[in-house]
T-cell receptor, first 113, second 117 residues
């Protein structure tokens, strides 16, 4: 069974640029959630995708957007990057019925300069 | 809104010492409660969970009891090992099925645990 994978592992972007992060959910999982973890803080919920539609969103501006594909993989897109967007971005997958048991990937470390 | 508060860290212990990490929460109804662990350079791993009042979650020698009356979910381990060194997060998930908060995890700020030989 393949776990949750994310790519890339690290990346560095300049303020104002756009970035796309990718997540492959665990086999059999159809729900994906994204979290932002700033240094020294707990993860903050960005949004969740189910059946290729956004199904719940945290307190993040519209420049944070996402997609879910028919194979349940997902992308997180961030436009007009700001310095405060520097963080570890975590993807978590689950089944819909087992949504309370989410499995996290290793994360993508984004640095905005 | 929902919130989770963890004890201030970091926590430094000697091997075989007793561990307690306090966690309290604010939420409506009966949320599910979780402890996650994050090892250096890795994502989060679910350590244990409890879905209703008085439930005790346990795994790898760690345990926590869901206390509705004190809105707490303190993590304990009787004898820690060096390999337990990590960051521990308490989290909750609301009880609603469906709706915009479905499956959303709210985390505490994390507690760094360092165990010395």
């Amino acid at each position: 069974e393949t776990g949750v994978t994310q790519s890339p592992t690290h990346l560095i972007k300049t303020r104002g640029q756009q970035v796309t992060l990718r997540c492959s959910s665990q086999s059999g999982h159809n729900t994906v959630s994204w979290y932002q973890q700033a240094l020294g803080q707990g993860p903050q919920f960005i949004f969740q995708y189910y059946r290729e539609e956004e199904n719940g969103r945290g307190n993040f501006p519209p420049r944070f957007s996402g997609l879910q594909f028919p194979n349940y993989s997902s992308e997180l897109n961030v436009n007009a990057l700001e310095l405060d967007d520097s963080a570890l971005y975590l993807c978590a997958s689950s089944t819909r019925d087992g949504i309370k048991e989410q499995y996290f990937g290793p994360g993508t470390r984004l640095t905005v300069t | 809104g929902d919130s989770v508060t963890q004890m201030e860290g970091p926590v430094t212990l000697s091997e075989e010492a007793f561990l307690t990490i306090n966690c309290t929460y604010t939420a409506t109804g009966y949320p599910s409660l979780f402890w996650y662990v994050q090892y250096p350079g890795e994502g989060l791993q679910l350590l244990l969970k409890a879905t209703k009042a008085d439930d005790k979650g346990s795994n790898k020698g760690f345990e926590a009891t869901y206390r509705k009356e004190t809105t707490s979910f303190h993590l304990e381990k009787g004898s820690v090992q060096v390999s337990d060194s990590a960051v521990y997060f308490c989290a909750l998930s609301p009880p609603l099925a469906g709706g915009t908060s479905y499956g959303k995890l709210t985390f505490g700020q994390g507690t760094i645990l360092t165990v010395h030989p």
